[in-house]
């Protein structure tokens, strides 16, 4: 069984933007940009942004981060968007999520202009990438996407069954692999015979944030398996799939922790460099 290394996927992207933002600095004399703006003190979201700051700066983008305080005004933050979508120093605007109750997240994400959007949450965004048109595609699903094709580069006719369909992964993954020409089914919590549509899946997807739900028997031997979930539990940190049990039969899958999150980071940065690429033609 292939271990897919996240860490190792992700160094190595970033070593290639890291040149590439050295030849667009040559070519414009100037580097893509990306501001984040952290609201509130939520744990996670702060370590998080840490990640993204240190990585922005490590391949050589212009990174920022503005701080609010969980009680600021929505006007406020909607205010300082439009301000960052006139401010062409700045290639990707990203709001880490969630947001306080008081602040309609729609309307956060519909703020930020499309060509800026690094997260690909924007309306605008997700009708191009299920168009089939240029858009900037959710870090995560992106993530997934690459490390599949790092193990199995020829996707044409393959069978993957996504498990969660949520607008962050499910979805736009959805629309990633019918690009390749997989066939693809959507599963869900709510799916009759979970187990057997996982069965039929080369390539499984895992995203529905219950853990170790899909187990060794739900998985045909030699698929390709993916684990977005990280759930903690009284043992620690697991994903949605057994891990120990998926080994044995899989042909490759991700480990939790060190598989799809740091590809997730690495993809935010890629994004803000094809943002930069785009608005500077």
């Known amino acids: 069984m292939i271990l897919i290394d996240g860490k190792k996927a992700a160094a190595d992207l970033r070593e290639e933007l890291k040149k590439e933002v050295l030849s667009l600095k040559d070519k414009f004399n ?80 519909e703020a930020i202009m499309p060509e800026k959007d ?19 595609i959710p870090c995560t699903p992106l993530g997934c996407y690459l490390l599949i094709k790092k193990i199995e580069p020829n996707l044409n006719g393959k069978k993957a069954v996504i498990v969660g369909r949520s607008n962050l992964n499910g979805k736009p993954m959805t629309q990633l692999l019918l690009k390749e020409n997989c066939t693809v089914t959507i599963t869900h919590s709510k799916t009759n015979d979970l187990k057997g549509e996982c069965l039929k899946g080369d390539i499984i997807v895992a995203a529905v944030g219950i853990p170790e739900l899909v187990k060794g028997d739900w998985v045909k031997k030699d698929a ?50 094809e943002c930069f690429k785009r608005a500077n033609k």
């Open 30 to 109: 100037k580097v893509p940009g990306l501001t984040v703006i952290l609201i509130g003190d939520l744990a996670p979201s702060q370590i998080y942004v840490r990640n993204k700051e240190k990585s922005a700066t490590e391949v050589g983008l212009k990174s920022e981060v503005i701080r609010y305080s969980d009680s600021v005004e929505e006007s406020e933050v909607l205010k300082k968007i439009d301000e960052l979508n006139n401010d062409d120093s700045v290639s990707g605007i990203l709001v880490q999520l969630p947001l306080p109750k008081h602040i309609d997240k729609q309307k956060v994400i």
């Open 118 to 136: 690094v997260d690909g949450f924007h309306p605008m965004n997700v009708g191009n990438l299920s168009s089939g048109y240029e858009s900037s």
């Open 224 to 273: 390709i398996v993916i684990d977005v979930g990280i759930n903690k539990t009284e043992n620690g940190l697991v994903g949605d799939v057994a891990f120990d049990e998926v080994s044995k039969v899989a042909k490759a899958l991700t480990p939790v922790p060190g598989g799809v999150g740091p590809m997730t980071i690495a993809c935010l940065l890629k994004n803000t460099i």
